[in-house]
């Protein structure tokens, strides 16, 4: 079965800091590896998806991920982030057609 | 405008009582998904349809019931409901299977 781990339950930062939220997950086949955001009473939003090909992939809001094979690992980052930055980071795992499964999330607090 | 529409947004019901959420969505998807949202827990799959007639479990069916008899319909049927089904539910699409693109804005149901 797959899982998803992500380490970071809360992580709070300043402005214009750098973020990095870890994304592992479990599962001995090939991986299709998602990050969505969540914004405080909203839906989620897919920011980033990796398929195949170059491991580093771009997203919207100027998010990056970097899929890292030998590590299982699938983690986020963005060079600066900006109070509006402040919501939930889902990272998820899809193995086979349709199922899909998601890790616990992280709580991103930017302050001001 | 490009849509995923769930009803109820909110709903409160008893134990026992059978219940249905619809969910449409008008991007001619195949791929559609439910969820449900639980507090440290992250977004758990239910069930997700690859296309029309075709429907399989994600990580926790047991207690739901789906069908997907046209492209843009996916209903999440609750036959018993029971207080551990009290979630934050949301319905997804996509013309990419596995991929949770377009979001419904969510039903928040309570079993009493």
Not at chain 1, 18 to 43: D, K, R
Not at chain 1, 44 to 51: P, T
Not at chain 2, 83 to 94: H, R, V
């Amino acid at each position: 079965a797959q899982s998803v781990s992500q380490h970071n339950h809360h992580v709070i930062l300043s402005e214009a800091a750098s973020l990095e939220l870890g994304c592992n997950y479990s599962y001995g086949g090939t991986v299709n590896l998602f990050w969505y955001v969540q914004y405080p009473g909203q839906h989620l939003q897919l920011l980033l998806k990796y398929f195949s090909g170059d491991p580093l992939v771009k997203g919207i809001k100027g998010f990056e991920a970097e899929f890292i094979k030998s590590k299982f690992s699938f983690n986020l980052r963005k060079p600066s982030v900006q109070w509006s930055d402040t919501a939930e980071y889902f990272c998820a795992v899809n193995t086979n057609a349709g199922k899909s499964t998601f890790g616990d999330g992280t709580t991103l607090t930017v302050k001001p | 405008e490009a849509q995923v529409t769930q009803n109820p947004r909110y709903l409160i019901t008893v134990t026992g009582k059978k219940l249905t959420v619809t969910c449409s969505q008008n991007m001619n998807h195949e791929y559609m998904s439910w969820y449900r949202q639980d507090p440290g827990l992250g977004l758990r799959q239910i069930y997700y349809s690859m296309n029309v007639e075709v429907t399989d479990k994600g990580d926790v069916p047991e207690g739901y019931k789906v069908s997907r008899k046209e492209k843009r319909n996916f209903p999440l049927i609750l036959e018993s409901p029971s207080p551990n089904q009290t979630s934050l539910y949301f319905c997804a699409s996509s013309p990419e299977s596995g991929v949770a693109l377009h979001f419904g804005n969510g039903t928040r149901l309570t079993v009493t």
